[in-house]
Each structure stands twice: as C-alpha cells, then as structure tokens.
RNA sequence: GUCUCCUUCGUCUAGUGGUUAGGACACCGGGUUUUCAUCCCGGCAACAGGGGUUCAACUCCCCUAGGAGAUGCCA
C-alpha cells in the first residue's frame, strides 16, 4: 500500500516552528515514498477555534511552497478535509461503541471534576485523573441524570488489567500497562463535538493514512488510540513520534524563547529556504557533513531512519546564519523584490519604488548583500540614504587617541577628496587618502572614521565611498559641514 | 506524585565493537579589508556516572542521576 500521510493541525494559533517541522517531516516523507501528503483541520476546540488561525496556516504554507495532495482547499476523495463538516459521525462512532459496552455516558459536571482534581493535587499519592464514577450507572441513574437535563460526555472505558504494545518506527516497541493510561478519556463532548483522540482516530482510518508522524508529546496518547483502533476492529497505522524541538532553556520551545510562530519569522525577514534547511535539521541529519539542502532535495533524501530521537534546542544563531547564506546566494533582482516592502514599511521609499529609488536601490543591492542576515536589516542599515542623520553626537567622529580640533582637522583634509569621489572609482580614492595619510601623519582608518560618522551617523555601515555616491555628493558634502561645525 | 521517552563538544549532529571521536553554528585567535560584514586559516570544546558482557566498548545489557513530556469536555 503506498504512503499517505496528513498534517493535522488546529486552528487555535498561529503556526509555529514545531507544527511546521512535523508537516515538512510528514510532507517529505510522503515524497520520498511516492506517497501523498494530507492536510486535514481538526477545528474540534470550538472555544479556541479562529479563522485568523485558519488563514495564517494557508499564508504558511504558501509562503513555504509547501503543497498538499488532499485537502479542504484541493478536494480529494477522503473528503471533507475539515472536522466540523464531519461532525455527524464522530457521534455515530461514539454512541457505536456504547452501544456495544466499550464506551459510557457520563454525567459528572465540570465542578465535580474540578474539584476531583483538586483533591488528587493535594494528595499525591493517590491515582491521578478521572475515578470512573459514571463507568457503571445503572438505567434507573442514568435516567435521573437525564431528567435533570445534564448533558452527557461520552467516555472511552480502558480495561482495568492488561498491557497495550505498539510499535514506533523510531523508539521501537512501546508498552505500557493499561492501568497507566489516563483513565476513561472523553470521546464526545457535551456539545457533541468530538475530542483529538476520537475524531483523529476516526479520520486517519477513514483517509487511509498509512503512517503518523507527530510529536514525541503526543507518545503517552499512542496506547489509548491502539486501543480505540482495537475497539473499532481496525488496523493501526505505522507510528513515529519525532523528537521534539525545545527552547534553550531545555523546555518545549514556547513564546518566552523568542519568536515561535512563522509570521513572526516571515515578518523579520527569514527566507523559506533557510527556514526550511535548518529547521529539517532539527532531529533528523543526512550524513556526517552535508547540510545545505532545498526543499526538492529534501523530498527525495529524506528518511525515517536518519532521524534522532533526543530532543532539540532550536538555535536562533544557526538559523540566522543559514539566512544570511542563503541571503547571498540570491541574485540581486531577487533580493531587490524582496528588500522593498522592508524600505517601504519604514517609508524609506514607495512600493513600488518611484524611478529613482529603483535606481537607488539596484545600487544598493551589491554592497548590503553579504551584510545581511535578515532582510529586515536592510532598514537601519541603509536609513541614512533617507533620513536624516545628524542626531549622532559629536562625540561619535572623534577616533580613540583623537580629540575635537584633530578631527576637525581630518574633515577639513578629507572633505576635498570626497569631492572627487563621482571621478575617481574606489581605489583610485582609497590611494588618495594613503597618500593623505602620509603626509598628514593620520592613520589612513582615523582618516576615514570621521567621515564615515558624517556621512552615516555611525560608525558602522556599508563601504563609505559607495555609500556616498548612493547619497549624492552634495548631501555628503553638505554632511561633512555640518559634522565639522559640530565639532 | 505516577507513567513514559531521552542522554556524544555551549548548540545541531556524524558515529552502529577496534577512529588521533568527524563536521557545522557559536565563541576565541590570525589573515584579507577604509569600519562592519563576507571570505580564508587556526584554536577551544563532548561520549552523564557506576556496574557488567567482550580480547576490545561512545557503540550491547543493567542500575543510578539528570532532562523532558504526559497526566483536560486543548490539541
């Protein structure tokens, strides 16, 4: 049988880093196999559910590239893809397995269960979770219950005695002793929605998924869907619970790590290629040195039985250093359509540029390229081509082992050469300013330290005589005065 | 508390009984360079601990410790 595997996520939140990992594993594992790749959503929680959530799944995804075979937006013949308009079986399911004694109605209100919890908290030792107070009403109970107008959950029983094994692809056989499953979990809600674990159930069989791929959170869930695959007389289908990604601090990579959702990221300019490279890199490796990958190469090189089942700490610094690579590796008409909405947003410019800005900026492109790590560097990097700039303090032109009048000094030498800067190309100007500096006696760097502060407002930025003649000589002339008479 | 999973440089990892334990990021030095960055060269740095098994363990087994996850009418 070939392949099929899904991304299941719901829309309760933004996308982030982890789901999107778990949807490339399963996307490039559907590939690699020949198989197909299933997006289904399991909008089950109608409390947290938002269409904003909805949408930014589809914005993901597209700004990945990333594709599926199936899905509420592509059809398929598993369809519908989306929980909510599957809603009528789930209960037919539920009320099935009661019906045969495998499942039971239960009346306990929230308050109960609350206040349940409240007391295991307190004494530890105790079972934790539901105490199977409903497992055995009698009719005559039940019937009260009903009169009194509760609406019922449907619960799942799980045997008192006996073990569940399964097999995970990567962790092996799994067991574990049914007494040590969460007791009797809900499988239809009060509202008759169904939860995760029915619905999940339901739908993975009913689209023929042939093998899950999910988070290693969700390992301790395996045994109690084996079991509810058992109670429905189906076949599993094959597990691999993925290691999953962390936070520095060693914990589930969470908001209090930095940006987690991929808007965030889209929104400070990483790339989807080195989203995509490095983040395929956590828990799973190709071999003992390659790691640049596209996702094509991807789709075909990667396997199950390369991936590590020691959980990862994302790496905001490596990441950042894949975008700058792959930053550079763009061409510049590339770069260039990608840089504008960032100069735009800032009002550096109008989108789409005017005439000369497009100008500007085609000669911007080749001295930012290899500084940049983001794309959203671009703005304070090159804001002094737009801005003004004279904020800086005098004491910022001044080069250590110099002093105000010294610096002053450097300017005024200085200043006649920027002058030639539109007729002499770079090295001509640079052997300008050697020379200045012999006969002057200033270092050639305290020469243009100076300078460079006048013209940018800092002492960092791209190469000075380029940047100039982005500028306009008058401007950095007119630059150079002014930081003159602040000294 | 209970259950389960995990454990090689700070981080991501290679390694499947015999290796000077390899690579990358980060970091530190050096070179190129008008600053920064790029690029190049070099350096630092790891098999959690203890028992076995074996002629031989990072590799296999057990225990301990540590970490994480789960323990919801959320997924």
């Known amino acids: 049988m070939s392949v099929r595997v899904r991304y299941a996520p719901s829309p309760t939140g933004l996308q982030h880093i982890g789901g999107v990992r778990t949807a490339l594993f399963n996307y490039f594992f559907a590939r690699s196999?020949?198989?197909?790749?299933?997006?289904?959503?399991?909008?089950?929680?109608?409390?947290r559910y938002s269409d904003e959530s909805l949408q930014d799944l589809y914005d993901t995804f597209k700004w990945l590239g990333i594709e599926w075979d199936e899905g509420p937006d592509k059809g398929g013949d598993c369809g519908p893809y989306v929980q909510s308009e599957r809603f009528e079986m789930y209960k037919e399911y539920a009320e099935?397995?009661?019906?045969?004694?495998?499942?039971?109605?239960?009346y306990c209100t929230p308050?109960?269960?609350?206040?349940?919890?409240?007391?295991?908290?307190?004494?530890?030792?105790s079972q934790q979770g539901y105490d199977r107070h409903c497992r055995d009403l009698t009719a005559e109970q039940r019937a009260e219950y009903e009169n009194q107008g509760i609406k019922?959950?449907?619960?799942?029983?799980?045997p008192l005695d006996g073990m569940v094994v399964f097999h995970d692809e990567l962790l092996g056989d799994v067991k574990r002793k049914t007494r040590d499953i969460n007791p009797d979990p809900v499988l239809l809600k009060s509202d008759g929605f169904p939860?995760?674990?029915l619905a999940n159930i339901i739908d993975d069989h009913h689209m023929n998924i042939t093998h899950i791929l999910r988070a290693q959170e969700w390992l301790p869930s395996g045994p109690l869907h084996i079991l509810l695959y058992k109670a429905f007389e189906w076949e599993p289908p094959l597990y691999c619970h993925l290691p999953m990604v962390m936070g520095k601090d060693g914990q589930k990579l969470s908001k209090r790590h930095g940006s987690t959702s991929l808007r965030d990221f889209i929104a400070q300019g990483y790339l989807p290629e080195a989203i995509i490279n490095y983040v395929s890199l956590i828990g799973w490796s190709y071999d003992d040195s390659r790691e640049f990958f596209t996702k094509e190469e991807l789709e075909e090189l990667f396997t199950i039985t390369k991936l590590n089942k020691a959980p990862g700490v994302f790496d905001y610094k490596k990441l950042d250093w894949f975008n700058g690579q792959y930053i550079r590796k763009l061409s510049d008409d590339e770069l260039k359509a990608k840089i504008i909405p960032y100069l735009a947003e800032a009002g550096c410019l109008e989108n789409p540029p005017a005439p000369g800005q497009s100008e500007l900026i085609n000669g911007l492109i080749p001295i930012v390229k290899e500084r940049l790590k983001l794309l959203s560097d671009i703005v304070p990097m090159t804001a002094f081509l737009f801005q003004d700039i004279s904020g800086y303090e005098a004491e910022e032109l001044i080069p250590k082992k110099q002093d105000a009048a010294s610096t002053k000094e450097i300017l005024q030498?200085?200043?006649?050469?920027?002058?030639?800067?539109?007729?002499?190309?770079?090295?001509?100007?640079?052997?300008?300013?050697?020379?200045?500096?012999?006969?002057?006696?200033?270092?050639?760097?305290?020469?243009?330290?100076?300078?460079?502060?006048?013209?940018?407002g800092s002492r960092v930025s791209p190469p000075l005589f380029a940047s100039i003649r982005l500028l306009g000589l008058d401007k950095a002339v007119r630059r150079i005065d002014l930081a003159i008479n602040k000294l």
């Open 413 to 456: 030498l200085g200043r006649p050469l920027i002058e030639k800067v539109g007729e002499l190309d770079d090295e001509q100007l640079e052997e300008a300013f050697k020379v200045l500096s012999e006969e002057s006696g200033y270092k050639l760097g305290d020469l243009l330290a100076p300078l460079r502060v006048a013209v940018t």
């Open 152 to 158: 019922p959950v449907i619960r799942f029983k799980i």
């Open 33 to 47: 196999e020949g198989g197909k790749f299933i997006l289904r959503i399991e909008d089950t929680d109608q409390v």
């Open 96 to 106: 099935k397995l009661v019906e045969e004694g495998k499942a039971y109605y239960c």
């Open 195 to 197: 939860t995760y674990h």
């Open 111 to 125: 308050a109960r269960l609350d206040k349940l919890r409240e007391e295991q908290q307190k004494d530890k030792k």
